[in-house]
């Protein structure tokens, strides 16, 4: 294993930037939880439902266009700026394509909620939900394609900034719309759906403005010669980003599903479960920021043609991972306590919480090295094995053993919600091991082809 300081010094630029884009979007969902809640119960319940629902489709759909990240910095390093040019424009019908797709599915989301068992005010409520939020799809599918070409060419603090300015914005925006000020009327948490729209479209017109007046990206004349639909390109595109949908819907629905399974254990193993969920979803920025600079890094690299620093950048990227998961485990363990005192006052939803976090820590390596390598694999244009890897260590293997752990007591004494995190632990280290073979693998094969 090599280690090069200066590749490690590069992923930490291009990762701290991202981290925090990442964490401010993730501040945006956190804000409408909050300001929701202030409402009534009913609302926050109604903004959960309807958010557990809609986000995995919106972050399965973005998936798709994730690749396009890979690709940009593949043709940045070779430096072909035609080649940028013509794979944005062919991302943008792309973006129409999976608007249109999610705007479709939409609709059957009401029957989903229709077979809840929960109050009508509470149904009504997440269904206006959806309604005003499934109109912020273009604006944030657009917003990623912008994202992904301006952090490809190694642009990752403007995404950060356009994120910031989309935060501030929205709230304001959800006060005026929760309460119906200036003649608006008072849609309590589906004003929240229609504030994430508004905001996401200002976000989208903000990153174009970007890319005209950026003296990196207005040489790529990212609209000259705009080009007709090409069946091949957007089918390449589509290919490239499916694992990656696919195993971001995977993991996504894995975490949403678990509550439901502990439901008849009651309203403690719940919280405890959410507020450790909560916290993880946080702290889970820091490996993915650092999946997404190695994603750009090893797509310069790849661009250039050199194997040699390749190597080098991906061993670095993998002992990076390593100490970023040994920071997020201090961090956890030390301050688990406190962290989990700010949801909730209940002791024995604390004390579950704690528990749980604790083995949150035993995954932060695991986790952060299947997530490394899952950015390497999207540098090298190399997705394929993405999405079968991930359903087979989250679900055939992670979910399939916490389910035996947690109700069963074929192995040892039902455990509750630990048992669904020691399956996870489990499942994320087969992920590791899988996904750091296929990235060995493929460098193997560079290598032959090369000689």
């Given at each position: ?357 604790v083995l949150a820590c035993i995954y932060q390596l695991p986790d952060a090295l299947q997530v490394a390598a899952n950015g390497a694999l999207r540098g090298l244009k190399f997705t394929k094995p993405i999405s079968l890897i991930t359903f087979l260590s989250y ?57």
């Amino acid at each position: 294993m090599m280690f090069s300081a200066w590749e490690a010094k590069r992923l930490i630029q291009l990762a701290t930037p991202v981290f925090f884009a990442q964490v401010t979007l993730v501040l945006m969902s956190v804000v409408d939880t909050m300001m929701a809640g202030q409402v009534s119960a009913e609302d926050l319940a109604a903004l959960s439902i309807a958010v557990g629902i809609w986000n995995p489709i919106l972050f399965g759909l973005q998936g798709i266009l994730l690749a396009l990240t890979g690709v940009v910095a593949h043709c940045h390093g070779a430096g072909d700026d035609s080649g940028i040019r013509h794979y944005f424009q062919q991302s943008i019908y792309l973006v129409l394509i999976l608007s249109a797709l999610g705007l479709s599915i939409a609709p059957f989301t009401e029957l989903v909620i229709a077979r809840l068992d929960t109050a009508p005010t509470i149904v009504e409520k997440s269904l206006g939900y959806i309604w005003f939020v499934k109109w912020g799809m273009l604006g944030f599918l657009t917003f990623t394609i912008y994202r992904n070409v301006t952090e490809g060419v190694g642009l990752t603090k403007p995404a950060f900034y356009i994120s910031l300015l989309g935060l501030l914005l929205n709230i304001p925006v959800n006060y005026i719309f929760i309460h119906g000020l200036f003649g608006m009327p008072a849609l309590g948490s589906a004003g929240c759906g229609l504030a994430t729209s508004l905001v996401f479209a200002f976000m989208a017109i903000l990153q174009h403005t970007y890319s005209q007046r950026s003296s990196v990206l207005s040489k790529l004349k990212l609209f000259d010669n705009f080009q007709k639909p090409q069946p091949k390109e957007l089918s390449y595109l589509f290919k490239l980003g499916l694992p990656i949908c696919l195993a971001t819907f995977f993991e996504v629905t894995l975490f949403a599903c678990i509550p439901l399974f502990i439901a008849d254990l009651g309203p403690i193993a719940v919280s405890g479960h959410q507020i450790a969920a909560s916290v993880s979803t946080v702290l889970f920025m820091m490996p993915l920021s650092l999946s997404m600079a190695i994603a750009i890094r090893v797509g310069n690299l790849s661009g250039q043609g050199h194997l040699s620093s390749l190597r080098t950048a991906i061993s670095t990227a993998f002992m990076l991972a390593c100490m970023v998961a040994a920071i997020v485990a201090t961090f956890t363990f030390t301050l688990r306590d406190v962290v989990a005192s700010f949801y909730s006052s209940n002791e024995q939803v604390l004390i579950l919480a704690s528990s749980i976090l604790v083995l949150a820590c035993i995954y932060q390596l695991p986790d952060a090295l299947q997530v490394a390598a899952n950015g390497a694999l999207r540098g090298l244009k190399f997705t394929k094995p993405i999405s079968l890897i991930t359903f087979l260590s989250y679900w055939v293997i992670g979910f399939t053993l916490g389910f035996v752990l947690a109700k069963t007591n074929y192995i040892v004494p039902a455990m509750g919600p630990q048992g669904f995190w020691i399956g996870i632990i489990v499942g994320l280290s087969v992920a590791a091991i899988l996904l750091i073979t296929a990235v060995r693998n493929r460098l193997a094969t560079l290598t032959a082809n090369i000689h």
